[in-house]
């Protein structure tokens, strides 16, 4: 079993990519997207009752403790350890198998993910992960930037 704390803190560097505006909430819609983010499968009906449950009122948003709910009820279910997932996820943008993705994919994928970040935000955050200014994000880069390490 994976702790804890390394397993929330993928959640919470989920969260916070979702929450731009830092509200706190992240809209039920997206909690789909950051599992498929991290790599882990899901029941596409389990995860509408689980949200249902969290988002009683059915406004559409959930808070970081009702998301790390429904996520978890998920990751619960096999016990690899999160870097395994990350790694399925790095794996399915690094198509050629360089062991690294470019500025630019990543971009894609964290605009594709949330659909309010503007230009500047994306050169914000690329800018964050590629500290070395070569481009291209290895899989180290793409970790710290999922889980904050």
Sequence with gaps: MVDEDEKTKVLRKAFQMFDQ???GFIETH???TILNTIGQLFDESELNSLISRNDPDKSGKVDF???CEIASHFLEEDDDDPTQELKEAF???DREGNGYITT???KEILAALDDN???RDLDGIIAEIDTDGSGT???DEFME???GD
Excluded: C, E, Q
């Design 30 to 32: 997206k909690i789909a």
């Design 104 to 106: 630019g994919t990543l």
């Design 65 to 67: 403790d009702s998301f």
């Design 137 to 139: 994000v290895d899989f």
């Design 145 to 147: 930037m999922m889980t």
């Design 91 to 93: 794996r399915l943008y």
């Design 21 to 23: 505006t830092k509200s």
């Design 117 to 119: 970040l503007n230009s």
